[in-house]
């Protein structure tokens, strides 16, 4: 059996199993039971209906808008039950210590209520509150898919670099991150974000990777529209994890002809680079001058800790970097090379650009609280972090993967001002 499907079936299996106990339990529980052909009927079509919906996204190929509403109701539903079967093991915990402590106690009684008075029990209860609650992550990730997706912000960072040379006090730099193009429907929204971009006049552009989901022909409906992206000094580049196709070229596809290699498709991807006049950075580095005055950018290859596919080589990149250079600006997708790498070798990089994370695409973040699941997997994963003297900036993307929706954590556009004192 091909090993992606056999993972997939397995992965099924399991939600199936959660599945049947919802069921049970509500049949128990509601007049489910009363009428039991159409229970089956509808709740067994929903579930297998947003089981077919994930196999066809993962396995054929689509139209980024037709990928993303196959994604979409499958996985808000599997959210929705997720709380649904939250409250139902509560309640069979409930009642398996009432048991308990009933046989402990020898205090079982007839009840005194009247069995004619309606009441709701704790179990009726507890069940009802679950279906009322998991019905709200369907309605926050719809508006998530209808309103957010491109909603595009704008945040500004001020950068308080000691070194920085007189030249290069106010300069601007514009970050964006994680287009995954191969996910984006809306043309019009991203040519706005673009503007958006332009707008705020930035003297140096960073993009920090992940053009694409898997494929270098993701990025040919928005060629013309990221060559409109214009910087005095520059724009600078580096790869991220989805750009080298790892991703697509290890999985299945039913319908994939293989119409290029994996390398021949990193090529590609790269001369998009090329084309939209971008300086991409392979564990290299640029030194950008003015008035005889210098600071050094850095670009890595991907580089993480958890990534079983490491491309990265922060030695390599920074064996020709000026030992005076006053200030030293890296570009690595991946955040947690930062704490791996840079933080224990390198003390002389100042400021190291990422992205990565998507800030989970889900969770609070303002000036006062950040949370989100991708917390658990990434140390850092939103904004900026510092230690000592170097910093960490983590923009949470442009675009989205996978589950077509944001909701708390919008898509980013971030601009650095570069100062040397407060």
């Not at 089981?51 to 499958?74: H, T």
């Not at 013309?224 to 790869?239: C, E, N, R, T």
């Amino acid at each position: 059996m091909i090993p992606q499907l056999y993972v997939y079936l397995k992965i099924v299996l399991i939600f199936l199993i959660f599945d049947s106990l919802i069921y049970l339990r509500l049949r128990i529980l509601t007049t489910w039971k009363s009428n039991t052909l159409s229970a089956n009927i509808i709740w067994w079509s929903i579930n297998i209906s947003s089981y077919s919906c994930i196999f066809l996204s993962l396995f054929f190929e689509w139209s980024n808008f037709s990928a993303a509403c196959l994604m979409f109701f499958p996985i808000s539903f599997l959210l929705g039950k997720a709380i649904l079967l939250f409250f139902i093991i509560m309640d069979l915990l409930f009642v398996s210590f009432s048991k308990i402590n009933k046989r402990l106690t020898n205090s079982i009684r007839q009840s005194a209520i009247d069995p004619n008075k309606k009441s709701i029990g704790r179990s009726d209860f507890i069940i009802k509150s679950g279906i009322l609650l998991s019905g709200i992550p369907l309605l926050a990730m719809t508006r998530g898919f209808i309103s957010n997706l491109y909603d595009y912000q704008i945040k500004h960072v001020d950068l308080i670099l000691p070194n920085l040379p007189k030249s290069f006090e106010g300069i601007t730099i514009a970050q964006i991150s994680d287009v995954h193009a191969g996910s984006l429907y809306n043309l019009n929204a991203v040519e706005r974000g673009v503007g958006l971009l332009l707008a705020q006049k930035p003297d140096i552009i960073f993009f920090t990777g992940d053009l694409v989901n898997d494929f270098a022909k993701e990025m040919d409906d928005y060629l013309p529209v990221f060559a409109k992206l214009k910087a005095p000094l520059g724009i600078f580049s580096v790869l991220g994890n989805h750009d080298y196709g790892d991703y697509h070229f290890n999985r299945f596809h039913f319908n994939n002809e293989r119409r290029v290699t994996k390398q021949q498709n990193l090529i590609n991807v790269k001369e998009i680079h090329h084309k939209l006049g971008w300086q991409l950075l392979l564990n290299e580095s640029k030194e950008i001058l003015i008035n005889n005055e210098k600071i050094t950018l850095i670009g890595v290859e991907n580089w993480g800790v958890n990534n079983p596919h490491n491309y990265g080589n922060l030695d390599l990149a920074m064996s020709k970097v000026d030992s005076f250079s006053p200030i030293n600006l890296l570009l690595s997708h991946d955040p947690s090379h930062w704490r791996a790498e840079v933080l224990p070798k390198y003390p002389t990089i100042d400021v190291t650009f990422s992205g990565h994370t998507h800030g989970g695409q889900f969770g609070f973040n303002n000036p006062d609280y950040q949370w989100s699941p991708i917390k658990y997997a990434y140390r850092e994963w939103a904004g900026l972090y510092q230690e000592k003297h170097q910093s960490l900036y983590v923009n949470v993307g442009f675009g989205y993967l996978d589950y077509p929706s944001r909701l708390g954590i919008l898509p980013e556009i971030t601009i650095f001002h570069l100062k040397n004192k407060m």
